[in-house]
């Protein structure tokens, strides 16, 4: 398949099939398209925690509502599995350090950067998923073990869809807002 065609077809799943299960074989050929990704400074500063378990889904169904139960998931509840990507501290070259005064300037990207190859190899996979921006973390070190110096980025939802035919809406700004040529417009 051509990739813009994978990515026009790729859609973020809100509905899933709790009948249909994800092997740990696609889940790790999943991490695998993670842990292949590039970083800064190949720092790799990530840790992708699987979710997979009964006991360990509903801790984490529980972790993605914060505050005063806000959710970015009111559908986690059929997701068969979830992997949480971790942003670890990174050890970049010291010029990164020196000039940014920062040593996570570029983690996020890198953990973004992972997030969308894993997508796309679950895609390949035939499976479904949805990104998951907002979690407690406090909850998150309590469940999972999570050092207070990581972050919980993001957490993935993977499974099946339960409408597969559903026809995709790629919703996006038109290509003459987002792009230039040589020069900001
Ligand atoms: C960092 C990030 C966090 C997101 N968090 C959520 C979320 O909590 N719940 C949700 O339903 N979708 C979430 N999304 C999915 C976006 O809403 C979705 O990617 C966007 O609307 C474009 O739609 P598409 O992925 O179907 O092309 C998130 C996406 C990103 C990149």
């Known amino acids: ?37 590039p970083s800064g400074c190949n720092s790799q500063p990530w840790k992708f925690i699987v979710v997979d378990s009964p006991e360990a889904k509903e801790k984490l169904c529980d972790a993605i509502v914060v505050g005063d139960g806000v959710t970015g998931a009111p559908w986690r509840h059929q997701v068969p599995a979830f992997i949480i990507l971790i942003e670890k501290k990174a050890k970049v070259m010291p010029m990164v350090v020196e000039y940014y005064k920062d040593t996570q300037r570029f983690a996020p990207g890198d953990i973004g950067a992972a997030c969308m190859n894993m997508c796309h190899e679950a895609f390949c996979l035939g499976l479904d998923t ?17 050092p207070a110096d990581c972050i919980a980025r993001v957490v993935l939802a993977v499974g099946h869809a339960a409408n597969p035919d559903a026809p995709v809406n790629k919703v996006r700004k038109p290509l003459e807002e987002v792009c230039s040529f040589n020069y900001w417009e």
Request: proline residues 2%; hydrophobic residues 40%.
């Open 130 to 146: 949805c990104m998951i921006g907002m979690n407690d973390q406090a909850k998150m070190e309590k469940y999972f073990g999570i």
């Open 1 to 37: 398949m051509d990739f813009l065609d994978m990515m026009n077809r790729r859609h973020s799943c809100r509905a899933y099939d709790p009948a249909q299960g994800v092997s740990r074989e696609e889940l790790l050929k999943i991490v695998e398209a993670g842990r292949l990704s």
